[in-house]
């Protein structure tokens, strides 16, 4: 999956009436909520303010609104976009300012769909990527070379404490953990240790 690189707003016109897409990371339903009520009394005088969210690790977590629109005709094409560009935990809230002409239903549906998109391109993206934790342990002779050896590495170098030993914490794929293994032992002479503490979620370059 993926999300939005950043917070923002883009602003379309058709056919005279204003589609202003404002779209968040948010981490909850609860955030997702509070983001579409703050730009609902912002936009209070709106015609409409129509919404569309997607949450969860695999976008398990979907809602949409047409917020008066005609059934199907805005928030439905909203989240069809968050759908096809694989994005989660991210939310878009589109007011619409009617300008006297009206676009028919066909025309919402592109019109709704289009500001989204648009939206989405001019704040980019980032791939959500589940990484395993890992803690690599070693003896302070060869902590810090290891250190800097695996912050050169493509790996992502989490934080470094010095306890009874060195822990360098780093974020691996899992399909890659058998040769970081290999490597490790090739770096420090089979004297480092490791073990998987659990998983997170990183945001990366597509």
Not at 187 to 192: D, E, F, H, I, S
Request: proline residues 2%.
């Amino acid at each position: 999956m993926r999300t939005i690189r950043r917070d923002g707003e883009y602003e379309l016109e058709i056919k005279k009436s204003r589609f202003l897409c404002a779209m968040a990371r948010v981490d909850s339903e609860e955030a997702a909520r509070a983001f579409i009520a703050a730009r609902r009394k912002e936009h209070w005088s709106a015609t409409h303010n129509c919404t569309a969210y997607v949450l969860g690790e695999d976008g398990d977590v979907q809602r949409s609104s047409d917020d008066g629109e005609p059934a199907g005709t805005a928030g439905v094409p909203m989240l069809e976009v968050l759908r096809h560009r694989e994005l989660t935990d991210t939310v878009a809230v589109v007011t619409r300012y009617f300008g006297g002409v009206k676009l028919g239903a066909g025309g919402l549906i592109r019109a709704y769909g289009n500001a989204v998109s648009a939206a989405v391109d001019e704040l980019g993206v980032l791939e959500r990527r589940r990484l395993l934790v890992v803690d690599v342990y070693a003896d302070y002779v060869l902590g810090g070379r290891l250190e800097s050896d695996l912050r050169d590495s493509s790996l992502i170098v989490r934080g470094t404490s010095y306890e009874e030993r060195v822990r360098v914490e780093v974020a691996l794929p899992e399909e890659d953990l058998a040769e970081f293994e290999v490597r490790l032992a090739e770096l420090t002479g089979g004297k480092a240790e490791f073990e998987v503490r659990g998983a997170t979620v990183v945001d990366v370059e597509p």
